[in-house]
């Protein structure tokens, strides 16, 4: 196992990722994971956040796990075909195959979730096979008082027991190549990142922490990333206009944070 303490200061750019969250084909989002509303094509819209200066985009087919099916590679093909951003794929994945599909698929990067949990070993074998740079343990995780970040599955239909920190030290031991942490009591309200526990760990693990749910503003995105956040993810304010990714980069840049323009 690899050792997961940060020892060097982080000095690469700080990252926008938009997120589309795919149920049927189509882009949805809710609140805390459900009420979901239809937002969009992800070709479209995954063509639309390029142009507009994403550094990456981030597909989370978010029905396929708790469904029981695979990811629809079309979908994948189809919008890879338009990026040349990186790309990062998650949701039914559950052995190597499925990610060999999604990288011949056109992924750059998967996002595994609920499958690492059954599975741990998967995270060891998948490194090992496709390299770390391409695996992305996301995990969502409770805030409520008595959760002790307990960490949930299944697009958050299934308490785990398991608290985040612990999961998330030993997801990197495993290979680990990026953290994707998705507080839900945070996501889709605007209240902004949960900045205690994900800051911690961006500060202390040796791989890049992605920071989801709850960013509404463009001062949500320079907090995150004064606590050592490597990229911030969203989805609702940027599919309802309610910020563009050029007006956030500005902003972004005005603060001092060192982004990509």
Same mark, same amino acid.
Not at 74 to 91: C, E, H, K, Y
Not at 125 to 148: E, T
Not at 163 to 173: K, L, S
């Given at each position: 196992?690899?050792?997961?303490?940060?020892?060097?200061?982080?000095?690469?750019?700080?990252?926008?990722?938009?997120?589309?969250?795919?149920?049927?084909?189509?882009?949805?989002?809710?609140?805390?994971?459900?009420?979901?509303?239809?937002?969009?094509?992800?070709?479209?819209?995954?063509?639309?956040?390029?142009?507009?200066?994403?550094?990456?985009?981030? =597909?989370?087919?978010?029905?396929?796990?708790?469904?029981?099916?695979?990811?629809?590679?079309?979908?994948?093909?189809?919008?890879?075909?338009?990026?040349?951003?990186?790309?990062?794929?998650?949701?039914?994945?559950?052995? =190597?195959?499925?990610?060999?599909?999604?990288?011949?698929?056109?992924?750059?990067?998967?996002?595994?979730?609920?499958?690492? =949990?059954?599975?741990?070993?998967?995270?060891?074998?998948?490194?090992?096979?496709?390299?770390?740079?391409?695996?992305?343990?996301?995990?969502?995780?409770?805030?409520?008082?008595?959760?002790?970040?307990?960490?949930?599955?299944?697009?958050?239909?299934?308490?785990?027991?398991?608290?985040?920190?612990?999961?998330?030290?030993?997801?990197?031991?495993?290979?680990?190549?990026?953290?994707?942490?998705?507080?839900?009591?945070?996501?889709?309200?605007?209240?902004?990142?949960?900045?205690?526990?994900?800051?911690?760990?961006?500060?202390? =693990?040796?791989?890049?922490?992605?920071?989801?749910?709850?960013?509404?503003?463009?001062?949500?995105?320079?907090?995150?990333?004064?606590?050592?956040?490597?990229?911030?993810?969203?989805?609702?304010?940027?599919?309802?206009?309610?910020?563009?990714?050029?007006?956030?980069?500005?902003?972004?840049?005005?603060?001092?944070?060192?982004?990509?323009?």
């Amino acid at each position: 196992m690899s050792d997961t303490t940060n020892t060097t200061s982080n000095t690469l750019r700080k990252r926008i990722l938009p997120c589309l969250d795919m149920r049927d084909g189509r882009v949805v989002k809710g609140v805390k994971f459900v009420g979901l509303q239809d937002l969009g094509d992800p070709v479209e819209l995954a063509l639309r956040y390029e142009q507009q200066g994403a550094d990456e985009i981030v =597909l989370l087919d978010i029905s396929a796990s708790p469904e029981g099916r695979k990811t629809q590679l079309d979908v994948i093909g189809r919008v890879a075909g338009n990026l040349s951003i990186p790309f990062t794929v998650g949701g039914g994945i559950r052995v =190597l195959d499925d990610i060999w599909a999604l990288l011949d698929a056109g992924a750059d990067k998967v996002s595994i979730n609920s499958a690492a =949990l059954n599975q741990p070993g998967l995270i060891d074998a998948a490194s090992q096979q496709f390299g770390s740079q391409c695996i992305v343990v996301a995990i969502d995780f409770l805030l409520a008082p008595d959760s002790l970040y307990e960490v949930v599955s299944h697009g958050g239909r299934t308490r785990t027991g398991r608290n985040t920190r612990d999961w998330a030290r030993e997801a990197v031991q495993r290979g680990a190549g990026e953290l994707l942490l998705t507080c839900i009591d945070r996501d889709g309200t605007g209240e902004g990142f949960e900045l205690g526990l994900t800051g911690e760990l961006a500060r202390t =693990l040796s791989v890049p922490v992605v920071a989801s749910g709850g960013a509404r503003t463009a001062q949500h995105f320079v907090e995150a990333f004064e606590q050592g956040i490597d990229a911030g993810l969203a989805a609702g304010i940027f599919h309802r206009n309610e910020l563009s990714i050029p007006e956030l980069k500005l902003a972004l840049q005005r603060a001092g944070v060192d982004v990509r323009i």
